[in-house]
RNA sequence: GGUCGCGUGGCCGAGUGGCUAGGCAGAGGUCUGCAAAACCUCGUACGGCGGUUCGAGUCCGUCCGCGACCUCCA
């Protein structure tokens, strides 16, 4: 099967470039992950997806992936200078660890209930002390970086001296400067500009670690540097992360790299976009929030019901991931019968079958299913992918009601279509379908004896009877729908 | 204030120079014991103003509104 080329919008770039792997079907791939100081943030949950879905997108494309995803357990320093780590533990009595681990755990299961793969190496900053140190070291030799008072900070004049800093984020050093008038908050540093990649601990500080320069932790730039650097090599294909990590994150990161060994570490850099709710930044301090639980189980001010995972994950799909995605309960209501009508329309794809070799239909389908997979080698525009299913739901609905007449329909293209479906729902987007955990085969046994007793009663014109049975079958959240050849059950999630 | 981005029909949300996005909601119809589902038909939208162009939601300017980021161990 052709794959159409992939294209890719660069941040680095700002343009929509062809992606081209460094090494000819390989794909090295770095994402950000979260911070595990407190319960994972509903925003981090769409980051995550999204790239979750551009990995196994790659993964279909038949790239063989490498996808590196941290966990940052130390140094990302609050506006105060604490650790996030170190603020958690105290917080809660436990063990920076101990912290770590909890939410760790809290942050994989989240992932797991969206169903998103796993990477392929996840590192943890801890685990690659030795390896920050070193990297620090040669910035220093390569004269971008200075020790003061324990600390070493990266030299940010003496590396735009050779290399543009700014050119991720469009900031320009000047300023930078200008921006940071209070010269006493400054301390040791000699530009404004400049950024720790080694802090000196003081007593209070439970994490630190011997180095040449001081007892202390390494600076929150520097993990992710060093890192993609150890498992991906000095430059590889695709970096990615929410775009409020785009400065000084990612700008840090990127001169951490050239100065240590004097390339630029990914070629390709992806952003994903926020996640507002009605309208606004999503924030604990205003009430404008609400967590996956919550979201889930429907106990909040902001929804009228719980939306199931795959739903809220439907939702997301909804929007490119460049955007900003306004969560609203109107916006769940309407991702919620979307995906309900996608997920119907698949079962009833699998039950169509065709004994023509071809068809006058072949002709206009096939060209609607490569154009899937022609939207989504477009910067991974899931929703023009979805917009194009749905263009194909429209057109399996017609058979399945014979509106349309299936002979019209090869068996080849009928299989593609099948496979265009099965492909793009559960490999690409990771969705399942609902309710499938209780669909055994006795439920299904169960069932059609229910439907055939009902069935019984209709013919009798038992009102009441069948009215009963739907009624409250539909209390149990399983739905029932009368066709013209016979009648149907699904199972709500929710 | 600076940097980046956004403003699309009732709602969510694609599109980036001429071609139907799609979903949800709404109206009418087909089907139907009723309901649901499904199918058909219907809205002709692009923040305001000005400009470029044969032609702009799409490019440029400007204004208004919204969002993200603007780190440093104080």
Redesign the pocket.
């Known amino acids: 099967m052709s794959k159409a080329t992939l294209h890719i919008v660069n941040?680095l770039t700002?343009q929509k470039e062809v992606f081209t792997p460094i090494n000819d079907g390989f794909v090295g791939m770095y994402v950000c992950g979260p911070t595990v100081y407190s319960d994972v943030h509903l925003g981090n949950c769409r980051t995550f997806v999204s790239f979750d879905i551009m990995y196994r997108y790659l993964l279909y494309l038949g790239y063989k992936v490498r996808y590196v995803r941290n966990i940052t357990d130390v140094g990302h320093?609050l506006?105060?200078?604490e650790d996030r780590m170190a603020k958690g533990a105290k917080a809660e009595q436990l063990q920076p660890m101990e912290v770590a681990q909890k939410y760790a755990n809290g942050f994989h299961h989240m992932m797991q209930i969206f169903n998103t793969k796993r990477p392929s190496i996840e590192p943890r900053a801890t685990g690659h002390i030795i390896e920050q140190i070193e990297m620090v070291q040669q910035i220093i030799d390569n004269g971008f970086g200075y020790e003061a008072n324990g600390?070493v900070?990266f030299d940010?004049l003496a590396y735009a001296k050779e290399h543009p800093y700014?050119e991720l984020?469009?900031?320009?050093?000047d300023?930078?400067?200008?921006?940071?008038r209070?010269l006493?908050?400054?301390?040791?540093?000699k530009?404004?500009?400049?950024?720790?990649i080694w802090?000196?601990a003081?007593d209070s500080h439970i994490m630190k670690w011997e180095s040449p320069w001081s007892l202390g932790f390494p600076?929150?730039?520097l993990e992710c540097s060093a890192m993609s650097t150890k498992y991906l090599g000095e430059t590889f294909d695709i970096h990615g992360g929410?775009?409020?990590?785009?400065?000084?994150h990612h700008e840090?990161e990127i001169a951490q790299n050239k100065a240590s060994c004097g390339c630029t570490p990914a070629r390709y850099w992806v952003h994903t976009?926020?996640l507002?709710m009605?309208?606004?930044?999503?924030?604990k301090s205003d009430g404008n929030t609400i967590t996956p639980q919550q979201l889930f189980s429907g106990e909040s001010e902001h929804i009228t019901k719980g939306y199931s995972p795959m739903v809220v994950k439907f939702?997301m799909l909804?929007?490119?991931?460049?955007?900003?995605?306004?969560?609203?309960d109107?916006?769940?209501?309407?991702?919620?019968?979307?995906?309900?009508?996608?997920m119907?329309?698949y079962r009833?794809l699998t039950q169509l079958t065709s004994t023509s070799e071809s068809g006058s239909d072949d002709e206009k389908l096939n060209g609607m299913l490569d154009t899937v997979v022609t939207?989504m080698s477009?910067?991974f525009?899931t929703?023009?992918a979805?917009?194009?299913?749905?263009?194909l739901?429209?057109?399996?609905?017609?058979y399945?009601?014979n509106?349309s007449d299936i002979r019209n329909v090869g068996s080849d293209t009928l299989d593609k279509m099948k496979k265009i479906f099965f492909d793009f729902l559960f490999d690409i987007f990771g969705l399942t379908e609902p309710g499938q955990e209780g669909n055994s085969d006795k439920l299904d046994g169960l069932m059609s004896l229910v439907i055939d007793l009902?069935a019984q009663?209709?013919d009798q014109?038992d009102?009441?009877t069948?009215?009963l049975i739907?009624d409250q079958l539909a209390e149990l959240n399983i739905?029932?729908?009368?066709?013209?050849d016979g009648?149907?059950w699904t199972v709500k999630n929710s």
């Open positions: 941040n700002r320093l506006d105060d200078g600390s900070y940010t700014g984020s469009g900031r320009v050093i300023e930078l400067k200008a921006e940071s209070d006493k908050k400054q301390g040791d540093k530009h404004p500009s400049d950024f720790a802090m000196k003081d600076g929150w730039h929410g775009n409020d990590l785009k400065f000084p840090n976009n926020m507002l009605n309208g606004k930044k999503m924030s939702f909804q929007c490119h991931y460049n955007s900003t995605l306004d969560l609203t109107g916006g769940l209501q309407a991702a919620e019968k979307g995906y309900y009508k996608l119907d329309a009833a939207e477009d910067d525009n929703p023009k979805l917009a194009k299913l749905f263009e739901v429209t057109e399996v609905n017609k399945k009601e509106i009902r009663a209709r014109k009102w009441p069948s009215d739907r739905v029932i729908k009368d066709g013209k009648t149907n």
